[in-house]
């Protein structure tokens, strides 16, 4: 075996939180991630609204990406990003997705998975217009996920998009959001002896059931 594989055999943490029993769990599983998320803000975890999102192109063929959680609404998880980017092409196929929060520093993560649908425009203008000006005028600069040629071209188209727009970018057409509908969402917590917590919130006719699975 070479060093380094050794060294990967040998990274090794113990998990050691307290058990997590059903009567904890809010009867609803988005009361319960909001729990969850507000207990890794106030721990401090880096970037703990971001998630690891998957998609699958037309063939079926997976690819993930990190985007930034925006927002809870109505039940719906909210995330934004560009209609012409590669991920936007595999929900326009297929809205399946799968969102995981690895709040690993926790010794938690949270998987979300359903379909997605487009926000409404008026979301969209709200969220865009309340962004730091160079991320708004960064949304024109970048046709997201499309061959760039240097770094160079990005900068002056940065800089076109800054001299056009001026203090008031307008939102881009292919800048917008997506709702995440959940269909299930599964809560892990690390435990002793790896005897880990898992519980599986599943939406079945309007309702939620829950269910305590093997770790
Ligand atoms: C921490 C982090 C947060 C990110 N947040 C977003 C986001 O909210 N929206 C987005 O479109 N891309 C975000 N990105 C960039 C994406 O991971 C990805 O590179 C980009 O969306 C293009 O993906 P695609 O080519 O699969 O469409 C983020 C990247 C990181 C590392």
């Known amino acids: 075996m070479t060093d380094f594989n050794q060294s990967l055999q040998d990274l090794r943490e113990s998990y050691d939180q307290e058990p997590l029993r059903r009567s904890m769990l809010a009867e609803d599983p988005v009361v319960e991630f909001q729990k969850w998320m507000q207990q890794a803000i106030d721990a401090k975890v880096y970037d703990p609204n971001a998630c690891s999102l998957a998609t699958v192109d037309d063939s079926g063929r997976p690819s993930s990406r990190a985007v930034l959680l925006k927002g809870l609404d109505a039940g719906r998880f909210v995330f934004y990003s ?26 938690r993560q949270v998987t979300v998975l359903g379909e997605v649908s487009k926000v409404e425009d008026t979301l ?17 600069a970048s046709s997201q996920s499309q061959p760039l040629d240097s770094r160079e071209t990005l900068e002056k188209s940065f800089l076109q998009a800054q001299q056009k727009y ?18 299930s969402i599964e809560f892990w917590q690390g435990g002793p002896n790896r005897l880990h917590d898992r519980f599986l919130y599943q939406r079945i006719d309007e309702q939620w059931t829950i269910t305590r699975l093997n770790p």
């Open 166 to 183: 001026g203090d008031t970018p307008p939102r881009p057409p292919h800048w917008g959001g997506y709702y995440l509908h959940p269909r």
């Open 82 to 107: 560009n209609y012409n980017s590669r991920k936007a092409g595999h929900l326009e196929a297929n809205p399946n997705v799968s969102m995981h929060f690895p709040w690993f520093s926790m010794q």
């Open 124 to 140: 969209a203008e709200e969220y865009f217009q309340s962004r730091p000006y160079l991320s708004r005028i960064g949304a024109w």
